[in-house]
């Protein structure tokens, strides 16, 4: 299974962008689909996922919205005004089931964002 993200750069204070990421392979089912950021000197922490229920890390609520395409086993990340504490290498993550296998977690290379004036 492979994970595929696209979408960071660079932006300005206030900005928006835009993240996406495509699961491909042998997938029987995705339950979890979400993203994960990493800032310099510091711990991944959870921004949003999507599954049974949608959760967002209190710092980006009302800023940030996921969303999901089942049919193609792809996540989304739309940010709007953004900050400079934004600033990370952003991953993509989904659990995947593949028949026989237990869900197993998977995970992109990473995709940096940006935010400085």
């Known amino acids: 299974v492979q994970l595929v993200e696209s979408g960071g750069g660079s932006v300005q204070p206030g900005g928006s962008l835009r993240l996406s990421c495509e699961a491909s392979?042998?997938?029987?089912?995705?339950?979890?689909m979400g993203w994960y950021r990493q800032a310099p000197g510091k711990q991944r922490e959870l921004v949003a996922r999507?599954?049974?229920?949608?959760e967002y890390a209190d710092s980006v609520k009302s800023r940030f919205t996921i969303s999901r395409d089942n049919g193609k086993n792809s996540v989304f990340l739309q940010m709007n005004n953004l900050k400079p504490e934004d600033t990370a290498v952003y991953y993509c993550?989904?659990?995947?089931?593949?028949?026989?296998?237990?869900?197993?977690?998977?995970w992109g290379q990473g995709t940096p964002v940006t935010v400085s004036s």
């Open positions: 392979g042998r997938i029987f089912h995705i339950h979890d």
């Open positions: 993550h989904a659990n995947v089931v593949r028949i026989p296998f237990p869900p197993t977690d998977y």
């Open positions: 999507v599954g049974s229920e949608t």
